[in-house]
């Protein structure tokens, strides 16, 4: 059992000397990465897409799932919710670069 925590100490410090940060932060990473493709797949917009081009699949999102229209108060709240993730995405990214 010492062993095998030995182990995993060493794999974590050998992780972290490599890419920088520890494994439980990359898993964060990773989950977030699926709700981002998650959202971009709700929105059908690419990895690349601009916050204009966001919005715009957001406003078409929204005349098919409006309430007004037949749709629920539930994908109302999906397509802001992918909306504002994706927004916030581009948000951090462009803080990081500056």
Do not use: Y
């Not at 992780?15 to 699926?34: C, F, H, I, N, V």
């Not at 929204?62 to 504002?84: K, T």
């Amino acid at each position: 059992m010492g062993r095998l925590i030995l182990f995993a100490l060493i794999a974590c410090l050998v992780l972290r000397m490599a890419t920088g940060k520890w494994p439980w932060d990359l898993w964060r990473a990773s989950e977030r990465s699926q709700a981002e493709a998650q959202a971009r797949t709700l929105l059908g917009v690419d990895r690349n897409a601009t916050p204009a081009e966001i919005n715009d699949a957001h406003r078409r999102l929204l005349v098919r799932v409006h309430p007004d229209r037949g749709g629920s108060n539930e994908a109302v709240h999906q397509a802001n919710a992918a909306r504002d993730l994706l927004l916030a995405r581009i948000a951090r990214s462009e803080t990081e670069k500056s």
